[in-house]
Structure formats: C-alpha cells, structure tokens
C-alpha cells in the first residue's frame, strides 16, 4: 500500500530548529519527486522545497526564496525517508506541513500542488515564543 508518514513538528522558539520526516511505503524514495508543502491557517497551500529523483547526474532540489539558506530537504534511501531541516524558524513559518510523492521520477522537480499526487497526514509547526 502506497503511504507517506510524517513525523517530527511541534512547538519552538523563534531561532530554534525542527526536522521533519517523511518516511515511504509502496514505493521508492529516490525513485520519485518529494515535496514538502505547507499551510498556515487562512492561506493557500504553498511548496517550501522539493527533491528530484535520482538519476545518473545525481538529485536536484529547489527552495521557495523565503526558506531558502534556512531548510535543508534531504534523502536517506536506506530508511525510505525525506527529511526537512527547518533552522532559524520564524513565526511566519508556522504551519501545518505536508510531504508529498511528485506524479513522475524526473531529475528536476518544481513545487505546484498539481504535480503531486500522494500525501503525507501533516504536522503542525508552530513557531512562537
């Protein structure tokens, strides 16, 4: 059965640091697109970064300019897992976050809802002092 389970998320301090994890049954991690999308109460839910397949060039990823030098996307293939390293939170990043599989397994990756088809249960974030 295909299913993402998240894990990871909570409260924290602004500056403080969270990791998500977004562990993969039914398929391979590295065989698809990942994405982690979030949502904050009242707004549309946006992609924060993304993680391509793997190819013989390797993996690429992509970050929305407001994340970008402060979350880190990786991959453990072994585990099946993605993770999100979240540094120097801001209460703007407070959210319910979500991962999700990516329609294909291409070596680039872009973060619209629409090229996404299975998703994770969500985590709340909360950042706040």
């Known amino acids: 059965q295909l299913q993402l389970v998240q894990s990871g998320g909570g409260l924290v301090q602004p500056g403080g640091s969270l990791r998500l994890s977004c562990t993969a049954s039914g398929f391979s991690v590295d065989s698809y697109v990942i994405g982690w999308f979030r949502q904050a109460p009242g707004k549309e839910r946006e992609g924060v970064s993304c993680?391509?397949?793997?190819?013989?060039?390797?993996?690429?990823?992509n970050y929305a300019d407001s994340v970008k030098g402060r979350f880190t996307i990786s991959r453990d293939n072994a585990k099946n897992t993605v993770y999100l390293q979240m540094n120097s939170l801001k209460p703007e990043d407070t959210g319910v976050y979500y991962c999700?599989?990516?329609?294909?397994?291409?070596?680039?990756?872009?973060?619209?809802?629409?090229?996404?088809?299975?998703w994770g249960q969500g985590t709340q974030v909360t950042v706040s002092s």
């Open positions: 993680i391509s397949a793997i190819s013989s060039s390797g993996d690429s990823t």
């Open positions: 999700a599989r990516g329609l294909y397994g291409n070596n680039w990756c872009i973060r619209e809802r629409h090229q996404y088809d299975y």
